[in-house]
Each structure stands twice: as C-alpha cells, then as structure tokens.
C-alpha cells in the first residue's frame, strides 16, 4: 500500500498560512518583569530583518510598572508556606488590562502548560491576525486567581516549550515568537519550504545535502542527483518515515493515524 496523496503533498505542498486581511502590523506583547531581554536574539537574523522591514512590532511591558506601592512590589510569599515568592494577581492584571488587544492570542510561558507544536503555532496565526500576547512568569509563578480569571475571559492559555523548569518564561516566549515570526507572510524568501520541514504533516524532516558533492570520501545519495522528481519525493518521504519513526514514537504514531492508505 502506498499513500500516492500524501507523496504528491510532501513534494508540492505550499504555504497554508492565511495571508492577513487586516492591516494592522502583527504585533508581539511580552509582559515580563526583564523588558531589555526583549527583542535580543529576535533583533538579528530573519526575525530582526522581518522587524526592520515592519512586518512585525514588538511591545515589551514592563509589569513592575504596574506596582501599586512606593516599593514597586510585584510578588510576595506564598499562601501556605513554602520558600519562593508568587507574583501578585492585582499587579498582573492591571497590566494585562492595559495592552491586551482584540484578535491576539494570549499566552502564559509556564512549565505547567501544554506541550507547543508546529501546529499551535500556525492556528494562532491564522485565527489572531494582531499578534500574540505572552506573560513571562519569574520565582515561584503567578497567583492562580489572576490565571482563572484570564483564562475565563480572554482564553488564556498556559504553554510549555518543554519538559525542563527554566527560570522564568522570557526564553519562553523567545521561542515562541521565534516560530511565530518565521511563518509570518513576507518573512522568509521561500515560505514553501516551511511546509516541509520537521512537524509539519508530523514527519521529522528527511536529510540534506549540499556541495561538494564528495565529501570525506562521502556521497550525495544518487537520487538526490537524478533530477526525477517524483523519485525524489518518495526518497525524502522514506527517509522521514524512517526517521520519525525510529526517534519520534509519538509522532510516528499520530502520522500513522492520520494516513488514509489508498490501494494500489
Ligand atoms: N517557564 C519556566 N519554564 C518554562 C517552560 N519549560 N516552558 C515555558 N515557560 C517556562
């Protein structure tokens, strides 16, 4: 059995990131308690460039601005007991209140969260044209009452980008404006290639291969040099498979769910 479908869209597949009807620049908040952190490494390369060209604004929302006393104090300790201070939910929400904008997802960098894929990451896109909004929590996190409540009215949600406790959620939110951005229409050169590349379509991406074409006593895959694209295609969907299955149980699993294998 082979999947003729699925080889035709590995080879072909294009760009599905809706183009934006509203003008409005795509704009990133970060509230965060470190406001320099932002935009660093998103001010070079593709991201920065994207910037430069206006395709993307950011806002970086300095929450201790929020502070209701003389102090400026954003946290205390935590109810119950226990070693780390939370922050407080009135701070939070006044600057919440103050920057978020309709038609932008709302997120909260928390260990805690849901895993974040690919796919997350293409749906916001597509479903919040103004941008995203992410609130980086420090020392012991958030009070939970500012979280419901947030969760309730504005659909808050509460993203991970893995299985490790860093020390606040500002690399956090890095990474998910790092993957925001790329997608963005008008940022990279060839936005096809994003459709073919690890996680889409649940695959691991197949191997690559440049010049020279001997290398260490290495060789490009003949295929690779044929110019036959359709047997490229199966070579590179192969390899995927390979790979993804070896490495990714978990992806492979889903891919292979999702396959509806025509008879040949
Ligand atoms: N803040 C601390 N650790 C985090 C993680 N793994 N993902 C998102 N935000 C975080």
């Avoid at 995927?240 to 992806?251: F, G, K, M, V």
Wanted: net charge negative; aromatic share 8%; glycine share 8%.
């Amino acid at each position: 059995m082979v999947n003729i479908n699925l080889r035709a869209t590995y080879a072909l597949l294009t760009n599905t990131v809706k183009e934006k009807s509203d003008p409005q620049m795509w704009q990133a908040t970060i509230y965060t308690l470190f406001p320099n952190m932002f935009p660093g490494p998103l001010g070079q390369s593709i991201a920065g460039k994207a910037m430069e060209q206006g395709i993307w604004k950011l806002n970086a929302v300095n929450i201790r601005d929020f502070a209701m006393d003389k102090h400026k104090t954003v946290d205390d300790t935590s109810y119950g007991g226990g070693t780390g201070m939370v922050m407080r939910p009135d701070v939070i929400h006044s600057a919440l209140s103050a920057h978020a904008q309709p038609g932008t997802k709302l997120i909260y960098a928390s260990p805690k969260g849901k895993p974040l894929t690919q796919s997350m990451i293409r749906s916001w896109l597509a479903d919040y044209p103004n941008g995203i909004g992410i609130l980086c929590g420090r020392y012991e996190g958030v009070d939970q009452r500012v979280l419901d409540q947030w969760h309730e009215t504005h659909g808050l949600e509460d993203i991970s980008i893995g299985d490790y406790v860093l020390s606040g959620g500002e690399l956090a939110a890095l990474v998910i404006l790092d993957a925001c951005v790329r997608l963005l229409p008008g940022v990279l050169e060839k936005p096809d290639a994003t459709t073919i590349e690890s996680f889409e379509l649940d695959l691991l991406e197949y191997p690559q291969y440049t010049k020279p074409q001997i290398w260490n006593k290495t060789v490009v895959p003949d295929v690779l040099l044929s110019g036959d694209h359709k047997s490229i295609a199966a070579w590179r969907l192969n390899e995927a498979e390979t790979i993804t299955q070896n490495r990714r149980p978990d992806l492979w699993q889903r891919y292979e769910a999702n396959q509806k294998p025509v008879k040949k």
